[in-house]
């Protein structure tokens, strides 16, 4: 009989254990559903992506039968303050979330070899990067087809006849081809420059002076660094070069224009997935990848700095008047009231 009772003692005891587990499960899910990875350098830059983000869970979605996430269901990290992924990956432990969010490339890289919780990626510019063979990521497209975007700068900037622009063949080969195929068209000269690395960046802008009317950055990360920006920037304003950006972030450091995804809409798309994943039954297929939507603007400031005339095909407000000082209002050379939407 000992061994009887025994294996009863044992087989209660595994039950008792799996009830306070699923007990604290229970109790971490209702306050911290969906965890938001944020990375620690880039919480500024992802400000309006991020607040649509959250408007967005607190308005719901009806037709999911679900009018609204409350604020407890949300906990924010922020990889800044000396946190790590290590930490990050001991409080998904604790808190078991059933969505994760990762709000830009760095957010993405922390998360990377998680695989049992669905993850929504936002604001990250080639997601591919860290996704692998991974089921388990959605998110919101910043791959925008190159046409419309190239539309519309040439509509606001009709002289440009000239376009430069540097990438890596292995990461962004098929969109550059594309863009050669748009420019043949119309009989703009593309001169395309092929880097492998990014210390190659400096020298290929250097090669373009006085070949090119405008330069096209792409969002390839072997060509896009905190280091080959300030290249391409301060090679722009040093040659009176405009300078195309995919993000409207680097228009606060100097690029003329951007033609990329719209941050607020981004945000908002981005909860819409959260919702469905959070509607949806356990193990049921993830919503597909939505493409992210278009939006133009122009710094005022630096156009006028490089002497760019805007055709009426690209109209935008006046330009504010400054002080006596010609500083920006606010005290900074960019102020936000210098970047505005391209209205076409």
């Not at 939505?290 to 109209?315: C, D, F, P, T, Y």
Request: proline residues 7%; charged residues 20%; contains cysteine.
């Amino acid at each position: 009989m000992r061994p009887t009772a025994l294996s009863g003692f044992l087989q209660l005891k595994k039950i008792f254990l799996l009830i306070l587990l699923l007990a604290a499960s229970g109790t971490a899910r209702a306050s911290g559903e969906i965890t938001v990875v944020v990375g620690g350098g880039e919480a500024a830059l992802h400000r309006e992506a991020l607040a649509a983000f959250y408007r967005g869970c607190a308005e719901g979605d009806p037709t999911l039968g679900l009018k609204s996430l409350s604020a407890d269901s949300l906990t924010e990290f922020r990889l800044a303050d000396g946190k790590s992924a290590g930490v990050l990956q001991r409080r998904m432990v604790k808190q078991a979330p059933r969505v994760l969010v990762a709000a830009g490339p760095e957010a993405m890289r922390a998360l990377d070899g998680v695989t049992s919780v669905p993850i929504v990626y936002l604001m990250v510019p080639a997601p591919e990067e860290f996704s692998g063979n991974r089921a388990n990521l959605t998110g919101v497209s910043m791959r925008l087809a190159p046409e419309p975007q190239l539309d519309a700068f040439f509509k606001s900037v009709p002289s440009a006849k000239r376009l430069g622009l540097i990438f890596d063949p292995g990461r962004s080969g098929g969109t550059v081809e594309r863009i050669g195929r748009y420019c043949a068209a119309r009989g703009i000269v593309l001169l395309a420059r092929p880097a492998d690395e990014p210390r190659r960046v400096p020298t290929l802008l250097a090669e373009m002076r006085g070949m090119i009317d405008a330069f096209w950055m792409l969002p390839d990360s072997t060509v896009v660094t905190p280091r080959t920006v300030e290249s391409i920037l301060s090679f722009s304003l040093a040659n009176r070069i405009p300078v195309v950006a995919f993000s409207d972030k680097f228009l606060e450091f100097g690029a003329a224009f951007s033609v990329g995804v719209d941050d607020v809409a981004a945000g908002k798309q981005a909860s819409g997935l959260v919702l469905q994943i959070m509607a949806a039954s356990d193990g049921a297929p993830l919503p597909a990848p939505v493409a992210g939507r278009m939006q133009a603007k122009i710094n005022r400031r630096i156009a006028a700095k490089l002497g760019l005339k805007i055709e009426a095909g690209g109209n935008y407000p006046r330009i504010p008047a400054r002080s006596a000082d010609g500083a920006a209002p606010g005290g900074r050379d960019t102020a936000e009231a210098d970047i505005v939407p391209l209205i076409f």
